[in-house]
Each structure stands twice: as structure tokens, then as C-alpha cells.
């Protein structure tokens, strides 16, 4: 074997066709190519295969590669990639097979406990680190350069090379005592060395010389499908997003339990086009807005992240004032898109061909006159921040700042509205809405004023308040318009210590399973087309005891993303064990008995009745 640098090698090879270059560069590297494919097979025959396509990828691209590459790194990579792709056209079919093979040839050729813990986990490990402390990790102990050698081959100095090693392996076995497998650097350093490299059977290394050679002219058919999918791959994807990694860390991180089905998936999910970041669109609500025909809208800011081929998301719906509401799940099929907002609400999405854009063409609870269009953002817009006491504690120099309280509407369909409101030293104002019977709390406004006359607007553009303020500044008159009709509309300034001082009244704790006070959760099952969908409805009801007996309550729409601030029912009625809630607001009621710590009822809503059972949570 020559001392010949690799750059040297690749160069004479892809200058020259060198056969003697390129048979030098074989038989320095098959066994930490065999290796790392045989330790992600378990399978001697796929591994010959899974070394013979990466070979011809390397004759195929020898031209490509620069002088700065670290071959080592190159090929570990590359083999990585080739096995995903194969374990991705074989999964269904051979899956649990290839792991008890793989687990006991592991055992077989590895009696060290340690080993037999490390090899399942060392490619994906090495696989995990930046790329100069992978060479230095592959170079000095899967290839056992000395220092020296690694610090030259790397272009540093020999203390330089020493630190990168060193810190690598600190990292490395921190991934591994994350996995489970807990020793200290030297031990993994000796494990290694000793045991990352497998025997290359007999003859393979001049079979492979000769078929690489050829660019796979002469290569068998499984092992020129490979290289052909394996370049195609590394064509598509970032180096450090393997296939490998979306299989055998999903795995190996916590991945118990995973079907085939979802482990492919999450192999095609690594190629896709990466959606991770913030995407950012305006759409349109199924509130009226204030002239007759228009829609309330808002801004709305998805955020993927990505791990291990899964997304999830969070959602910011700028002007309904609601900030990382979790997506129940994100299912990425590229180019389609489904999103189950909450487990009710699905939405259809395609992303364009260079992910900068995601089309949003179906909706649930959504008026839409066109569809809406995601677009990637470093700077998505944000939801105000929400106000603080003191940031709308009254002030004798200002004529709106402090909390204010009213209704919409008079007589029994009045509509109870609160009203927080500051003002800054510019003179600018920062407010918030709430109503209590309709489930909103901190809906974003907007406030102007020119004395006497104030204006306070829904930022979705769900309404607008127009009064007139009084000499005293305590109460403002005028009328509420939406839809194109107008109702009248008044809002008094009040103390808002006073006014929730009941709060701290509120007795949730309970002695008894027959105490009706505490939190509750349940679910009811709605059904829509004739019996063909049926949807559950998630609930939470808060009941308090009150100092004189009485009992206060409160209804959470659990799925409910835009409007999730507990409502407070119009009536509450209870004889024990009947319990009879109704929410004139929302059309809905609750009739239930309280027995055996449950309360066993009815949900009514729309003219139908869904049998609604609710536990008691801590």
C-alpha cells in the first residue's frame, strides 16, 4: 500500500482513469465501508452490495470531489445513505427479521457488553457531530491514524487535532448515555478502535475494484440500484439530513413502538422540502365584519420544527390575540400538507416546488373567498403582548386609561363586554377586549380618541364601538356595528380589583365525591352527515363554591383554538345530584346528575342531545 495522499489518489484516478489509484483508495477504505453497512444491515450479502454501490458512487464522482475532502467522512456518509436506501425499499418486508439478525450477529461478533450496547447507536452517533469532528472521530479511531495524521489531514497542528478528538468523544458520549449506554471517552475510544471494523470477506475488495471501475457496468442489479437511489439522495438532501437518521435515531430515541408504515413515512419526510420556520398569511373568519357582507380576518403565523422526519407546529393568530396554539398534528406527504388543527379541524395545504410558498385551498370554520398562501418569514409579525394590572391602572392624566365594563345590546340579549385600555407616553393607546358569555378573552383592539368621541375597533375587523365619552370620563355611550347593523352599546369604567375580588372566593376543593365543586373534563361525540361523521367535542368545566352556597361555573372548549377562554353559563341551577347549566350565548345546555364522583348527563346543542359523561381532574 502506497503512502499516497487520497486527494493525490482521487486526482490521478479521475485525470487519468487510474485503476491502480483507485484500487489503492479500495482497499484503504472497504472495511470502514462494509463496516458501517453491516452494522446497519446485519446482513453479510447486503452489506457486499450496500460497499459495492458506494464504490461505484465514488468512481462515479471522483471528478467532484475537492482537495479539501475528507475521504473517510465522504464514504461513511455515502454508506449511511446507501443502507437507508435500502432498508427503505426492503422495510415492510423484512424489518423485524433484519433486527433479530442484526442483534444477534452483533452478539456474535461482539462478546463485549459495552460494544453490543455501542454498535447499534455508533453510526447515527459519529453521523450526529459536525463535520470536522466526524473525520476526526473516523480518522483516528475507525481508520487508527495517529494524532499526527489526523491533525495533517484535517490541516491542524497535532494539539489542534488532539482537542477536536477529544471533544468529540465527549459528545459522543453524551449521545450515547442519552441512549442508555453510560461509560466514560477512554472506554468508548478503546471499544471502537477494537471493534468497528469487520472482516471484509474474501475477494471482495478486487470484485468491487473491478465493478467500480466499470461506473457499474458490471455491477449486480440490487447493487447498481442502490448507487443509482443513493446518488439521487445525496443529490437532493443536506448531508447532515440522512435517511438513516430519520430511521435508527427515531428508533433508538424513544421511537418504541413504531409501525413500518410511520418509519417509512418518516424516511420520505427527510427528503421533502424542509418546512421548518415560521410561514405567515392573512385569512378570513366566520365572524361578520362591520359592513354588511364583509369577514373578520387575521394574521396567522405557523411554526414547524422538525425531528427525526416528524413535524409539529404551533400557531400564532395574530389579531384574535392567541399565541403558540398547538397543532394537534401535521401529517407531510410532499407536496400535500394536512394539518389537524385541533382533533375537529382539518386543513388541506400543498407547498410549491421550492418551499417558499404553501397553499391553503380547504377550510373548516373558515369563510375564504380565495385561498390563502403561506409565505416563509424570518420576521413573522407577533401577538401584542397581553396587558398587566398596572398597565391599565387609572390615571388623573389620562382620560381612558383603566378597565372598563358594559354590554352590547339591551334587556335579556345584552351581551356583557370588558374593556382593558392603556395609554402610552405618545399618547398611543394598547387594549384588549373580553366577553365572558361568548369565550374571548384578550382580543387585540384598537383604540382612537378626539374628544369626546371614541372609537374602539376589533383588530380582526369583527366590530366597531362608536361613543361618546361623558364630562366625568367614567362612561362612554354609543352604538356597536357589525354586519351592517347597529345595536346600542355601553361601557362604564370600573374597579377591577373589586370587580374580581370574588376570584379569590372561589372554592374549587372538594371532600367528598358528592361535592360538586372541582374541575371537570369530558367528551361528547358530535355527529354530523346522517351518522357518517362523528367528531369528539373535548370539554372542561370549572365549578366553585361561593362563600354563601352558591356556586359559580365556567366551560372550556377544549378544541377550540380561537375562542378558548372559559365562558361563564347565563343560568346555573342545583338540587342535588341535578345539576342544569345553560349558555344563551352559545346555544348550549347541560343537564346532568351527580353520581358515583361523575356527572352522568346531556349536552344539547342545535336541537340535538349527546350523552356527555365528566370526571373530576386534579
Do not use: C
Not at 224 to 235: E, N, Q, V
Not at 270 to 276: E, F, K, N
Not at 552 to 579: H, Q
Amino acid at each position: 500500500m502506497s503512502d499516497s495522499p487520497d486527494a493525490e489518489l482521487l486526482e490521478q484516478f479521475a485525470r487519468n482513469k487510474s485503476e491502480a489509484a483507485f484500487a489503492e483508495l479500495v482497499e484503504r477504505y472497504i472495511g470502514l465501508v462494509y463496516s458501517t453497512a453491516f452494522r446497519k444491515t446485519g446482513n453479510p450479502q447486503q452489506s457486499e452490495d450496500i460497499t459495492q454501490a458506494v464504490f461505484i458512487i465514488l468512481a462515479r464522482k471522483a471528478h467532484s470531489l475537492g482537495p479539501k475532502t475528507v475521504l473517510p467522512g465522504w464514504l461513511h456518509h455515502t454508506a449511511r445513505l446507501t443502507a437507508a436506501n435500502l432498508q427503505r425499499a426492503e422495510l415492510r418486508r423484512i424489518r423485524r427479521e433484519q433486527e433479530a439478525f442484526m442483534q444477534s450477529a452483533v452478539n456474535e461478533s461482539a462478546p463485549d457488553p459495552l460494544w453490543r450496547g455501542l454498535s447499534p447507536l455508533l453510526d447515527d452517533a459519529v453521523a450526529s457531530l459536525g463535520a470536522g469532528d466526524r473525520d476526526a472521530i473516523l480518522l483516528r479511531f475507525f481508520q487508527n491514524r495517529s494524532i499526527a495524521e489526523v491533525g495533517a489531514t484535517l490541516g491542524a497542528s497535532e494539539d489542534a487535532a488532539r482537542m477536536r478528538v477529544n471533544r468529540a468523544l465527549e459528545k459522543l458520549r453524551k449521545f450515547f448515555n442519552k441512549h442508555g449506554v453510560v461509560s466514560t471517552t477512554s472506554v468508548i475510544a478503546g471499544a471502537i478502535s477494537n471493534h468497528s471494523m469487520q472482516v471484509v470477506p474474501i475477494g471482495l475488495t478486487k470484485t468491487i475494484s473491478y465493478v467500480a471501475l466499470a461506473k457499474g457496468a458490471a455491477a449486480t442489479s440490487s447493487s447498481l440500484t442502490l448507487a443509482t437511489g443513493a446518488m439521487k439522495i445525496m443529490a437532493w438532501t443536506k448531508a447532515k439530513t440522512t435517511v438513516v437518521a430519520a430511521v435508527a435515531v427515531a428508533v433508538t430515541a424513544g421511537g418504541v413502538g413504531l409501525t413500518a408504515p410511520t418509519i417509512v413515512h418518516r424516511i420520505r419526510v427527510a427528503h421533502y422540502p424542509d418546512l421548518q420556520g415560521a410561514w405567515e398569511t392573512t385569512v378570513h373568519l366566520d365572524d361578520a365584519g362591520v359592513e354588511s357582507g364583509a369577514a373578520a380576518s387575521t394574521r396567522v403565523v405557523l411554526k414547524f420544527k422538525e425531528s427525526y422526519g416528524a413535524y409539529t407546529a404551533t400557531a400564532d393568530w395574530i389579531d384574535v390575540g392567541r399565541k403558540n396554539v398547538p397543532i394537534y398534528q401535521v401529517v407531510y406527504d410532499y407536496p400535500s400538507l394536512t394539518i389537524k388543527a385541533t382533533p375537529r379541524d382539518t386543513w388541506n395545504l400543498r407547498v410549491n416546488e421550492n418551499a417558499t410558498e404553501i397553499l391553503w385551498d380547504h377550510y373548516t370554520h373558515f369563510v375564504q373567498p380565495d385561498p390563502a398562501t403561506f409565505k416563509r418569514t424570518a420576521k413573522p409579525d407577533s401577538v401584542p403582548d397581553r396587558l398587566a394590572e398596572d398597565d391599565f391602572a387609572p390615571r388623573p392624566d389620562s382620560d381612558l386609561q383603566g378597565y372598563w365594563e358594559g354590554e352590547v345590546g339591551k334587556g335579556t340579549d345584552a351581551v356583557p363586554v370588558d374593556l382593558k385600555i392603556a395609554e402610552d407616553a405618545d399618547g398611543t393607546f394598547r387594549a384588549e377586549g373580553d366577553s365572558p358569555t361568548q369565550g374571548t378573552a384578550g382580543t387585540p383592539v384598537t383604540v382612537s380618541y378626539h374628544r369626546p368621541n371614541v372609537t374602539v375597533a376589533v383588530a380582526t375587523g369583527g366590530g366597531r364601538f362608536d361613543g361618546t365619552i361623558n364630562d366625568k370620563h367614567t362612561e362612554i355611550v354609543g352604538t356597536w356595528s357589525q354586519n351592517g347593523l347597529s345595536l346600542p352599546a355601553t361601557i362604564r369604567q370600573a374597579d377591577y380589583q373589586t370587580e374580581h375580588a370574588l376570584d379569590a372566593d372561589k372554592n374549587y376543593s372538594f371532600r367528598s365525591s358528592q361535592d360538586l365543586q372541582g374541575h371537570w373534563k369530558g367528551t361528547w361525540i358530535a355527529v354530523f352527515n346522517g351518522g357518517k361523521t362523528k367528531v369528539p367535542i373535548r370539554e372542561a368545566l370549572d365549578i366553585a363554591k361561593l362563600p354563601d352556597g352558591s356556586y359559580s361555573a365556567a366551560l372550556v372548549d377544549l378544541d377550540n383554538y380561537l375562542n378558548g377562554a372559559p365562558v361563564a353559563p347565563s343560568s346555573i341551577e342545583y338540587s342535588p345530584p341535578d345539576l342544569k347549566l345553560k349558555w344563551n350565548e352559545i346555544g348550549g345546555a347541560y343537564q346532568a346528575k351527580l353520581k358515583g364522583g361523575k356527572l352522568v348527563g346531556t349536552w344539547s346543542e342545535s336541537g340535538g342531545g349527546f350523552p356527555l359523561v365528566m370526571e373530576r381532574t386534579h
